[in-house]
């Protein structure tokens, strides 16, 4: 079975301030890695994904996050936040077989609140 | 693409009465999914379908939970005999391929008094 530990709930940051959004997952099987992010009111919205390659993974709005397969971390970065950036921020994974995968499993959130 | 479209958006209703929601996936995409999400937890899954095939359920789809995908094309995901643990907002996704994104509809939010 899988599991994907958040580490924390809530982050309060400043604006253009950096973030580091903290994921570790447990898995006695190979994964894909997720970071999906839900905008008040609004659907989940992929951010990035991690299928092979490199561990360094770049993602939409300026975000990113590296694979620590050693330490079974996915860790988001972001550089210099926005107000925009306000919004639930989740960590999935799923187990990987050779054609893709199919359920995601999420992690409980961290919720990024972006103050002026 | 139109996106994920679910209906309704929210729904209540109360105790021991039947719903049904419904998913229109992203127009082609042969596969789709239901999650739940509970207030501050994130999406747990339900099952999911390759094309009309449902491939998986998860152990939290008791045996009044029912989704089929007739067509292949839109799904329904129906509760009878409501509780008031129902109450949660109900996700659909679907995507083209195994490796591709799953994209997520608005959900359908239900109130079970």
């Known amino acids: 079975a899988q599991s994907v530990t958040q580490l924390d709930s809530q982050v309060p940051v400043f604006e253009e301030a950096p973030v580091e959004l903290r994921c570790n997952y447990s898995s006695s099987v190979s994964v894909y890695l997720f970071w999906y992010v839900q905008y008040p009111n609004q659907g989940l919205q992929l951010l990035l994904k991690y299928l092979s390659g490199s561990t360094l993974v770049k993602g939409i709005n300026g975000f990113e996050a590296e694979f620590n397969k050693s330490q079974t971390s996915f860790h988001l970065r972001k550089p210099s936040v926005h107000i925009s950036d306000t919004a639930e921020y989740f960590c999935?994974?799923?187990?990987?077989?050779?054609?893709?995968?199919?359920?995601?499993?999420f992690g409980a959130g961290t919720r990024l609140a972006v103050h002026p | 693409d139109t996106g994920v479209s679910q209906d309704p958006r929210h729904k209540i209703t109360k105790r021991g009465q039947n719903v049904t929601f419904r998913c229109d996936p992203i127009?082609?995409?042969?596969?789709l999914y239901w999650y739940r999400q509970t207030l501050g937890q994130g999406p747990e899954f339900l099952t999911y379908f390759q094309n009309e095939a449902q491939l998986e359920k998860s152990r939290l789809l008791s045996d009044r939970f029912s989704a089929e995908r007739p067509k292949g094309s839109f799904s329904t995901l129906e509760i009878q005999r409501t509780e008031q643990g129902d109450s949660a907002m109900y996700l659909c996704?679907?995507?083209?391929?195994?490796?591709?994104?799953?994209?997520f509809g608005p959900g359908t939010r239900l109130t079970v008094l």
């Open positions: 127009s082609e995409h042969n596969r």
């Open positions: 996704a679907s995507s083209l391929r195994p490796r591709d994104t799953q994209y």
């Open positions: 999935a994974v799923s187990p990987s077989f050779s054609g893709g995968y199919n359920k995601l499993i």
